[in-house]
Nanobody
Framework: QVQLVESGGGLAQAGGSLRLSCAAS????????MGWFRQAPGKEREFVAF????????YYADSVKGRFTISRDNAKNTVYLQMNGLKPEDTAVYYC?????????????????WGQGTQVTVSS
């Protein structure tokens, strides 16, 4: 089992920045990939960013490319999502996810482990 705990959400103004953290514990040596997803009210959960755990390979949704950066600190078993140039449409609950298998990356259904989510609100 793997446990994920997000932190770092909050309120930001448009154009501002926030950094989300996702601390992983448990069987982290089994993980292949980590992802960030978000869900706005009344909308489906959508893919934001993904990275492989042992070999750095990243991929971003077009809506955040060039503004968001996913990174990791292996010593802390923590994955980050640096969000710059925030827009009101980035407002959502952000979730980190993890999976031990090399299958897919952008579909929420392929991830086995999920954090509890952290709220990000961007005001105009």
């Amino acid at each position: 089992q793997v446990q994920l705990v997000e932190s770092g959400g909050g309120l930001a103004q448009a154009g501002g920045s926030l950094r989300l953290s996702c601390a992983a514990s448990g069987r982290t040596n089994s993980l292949y990939k980590m992802g960030w997803f978000r869900q706005a009210p009344g909308k489906e959960r959508e893919f934001v960013a993904f990275m492989t755990w042992s070999v750095i390979n990243t991929y971003y949704a077009d809506s955040v490319k060039g503004r968001f950066t996913i990174s990791r600190d292996n010593a802390k078993n923590t994955v980050y999502l640096q969000m710059n140039g925030l827009k009101p449409e980035d407002t959502a609950v952000y979730y980190c996810a993890a999976d031990p298998r090399a299958r897919g990356a952008v579909s929420a259904s392929v991830y086995d482990y999920w954090g509890q989510g952290t709220q990000v609100t961007v005001s105009s």
